[in-house]
């Protein structure tokens, strides 16, 4: 899509189920996550300049990938139905890591920049995963201890055995934290300064805030968004957009006030929402209507409308690197 003309300028074939997309930092590559509730295993790859398909990334027994991240050249995905994460490496071309949650319907993902934290959200555990980089010693226990000596008698050295002791190399590993929200918890995001995790609670309509740092909820606000499909912060932090996809409204709240701003009806269902790179514009798919709305996020009025096709769910933002020679 042109953003100055909101015009399609190609359409290209992605596979089964297409529900997530995401944009590689340079813009060239877009990944799809091809869902089916569990079903499919693959995550469609494509070409943006050239705008055309790429070889799909088979990602074997993982199924049911959904939620996706860019970070660091790495594409994050969930595997729904093996309740795990994953990592695909673009440049070697293979799923590179693997990370079990435990959790039913694993999600949606975020990934911090410098890759030592993992939020996910676990829609049918109605929890939040919050995974963090440790250091922790390998090989857990050592060999078993010799037996005791009879009192009065020293205990002979064991030859050939080394202890486990400070002496070993701490090695990278992850800790898991899960937390309890409410029902149905799908849509979440974190504030641009890294301080609150808000996540949607889609059966309840509640929003629960979490403080990462504290690792747990802070408040539950009744929000009145049954039906939540996704929830995003604008870039500066100010406003919470939250989307319906049974009853079709856009709720805005401040993030501050955590109160609620605006809300207002967009079709018959809306679902993914993307912040321009300016701050100018918002855009929520509206699934059963075809279309993507398009927000003024001064005036937080709709502007105009994409026709996007059929049903469309996630949206991307392509920023490519331009250089200029004089």
């Not at 050239?50 to 991240?69: E, F, I, N, T, Y």
């Not at 002979?156 to 990278?172: C, H, V």
Request: hydrophobic content about 40%.
């Amino acid at each position: 899509v042109d953003p100055q003309t909101l015009k399609v300028v190609a359409r290209v074939p992605s596979g089964p189920d297409p529900h997530e997309v995401v944009a590689s930092s340079d813009g060239k590559l877009a990944f799809i996550s091809n869902y089916g509730g569990g079903a499919y295993n693959t995550i469609s790859v494509i070409d943006v300049v050239a705008q055309k398909a790429l070889p799909a990334v088979d990602l074997g027994p993982l199924r049911g990938p959904h939620g996706l991240m860019f970070v660091q050249g790495m594409l994050y995905f969930t595997a729904e139905a093996n309740k795990a994460i994953g990592r695909y490496n673009p440049s070697s071309r293979e799923v590179d890591w693997v990370l079990g949650t435990g959790q039913d319907r694993t999600h949606m993902i975020w990934v911090s920049k410098n890759l030592d934290r993992i939020y996910t959200s676990n829609v049918n555990s109605a929890t939040i995963t919050i995974i963090e980089k440790t250091l922790t010693r390998p090989g857990g226990f050592g060999p078993p201890t010799a037996p005791r000596a009879p009192p009065g008698r020293a205990r002979e050295p064991r030859r050939g055995i080394r202890p486990i002791g400070p002496e070993r190399a701490l090695i990278p590993s992850w800790t898991e934290i899960v937390i309890p929200v409410g029902r149905g918890s799908e849509g979440f995001d974190v504030s641009p300064d890294a301080k609150e995790l808000w996540v949607a609670n889609a059966q309840d309509g509640t929003i629960s805030v979490i403080d990462p740092a504290a690792k747990a909820v802070v408040a539950t606000l009744n929000a009145n968004v049954g039906g939540a499909n996704r929830l995003k912060f604008t870039l500066d932090g100010k406003l919470v957009f939250v989307s319906s996809l049974s009853t079709g409204e856009l709720t805005i709240l401040g993030a501050a006030s955590r109160q609620e701003i605006k809300r207002i009806k967009l079709g018959h269902g809306a679902a993914g929402i993307l912040m321009q790179p300016d701050s100018s514009r918002a855009f929520v798919a509206c699934s059963p209507d075809n279309v993507v709305a398009v927000l003024d996020l001064k005036s937080l009025e709709v502007t105009g409308h994409i026709e996007a096709g059929r049903n469309p769910d996630g949206l991307a933002w392509a920023m490519r690197q331009v250089m200029h020679v004089e």
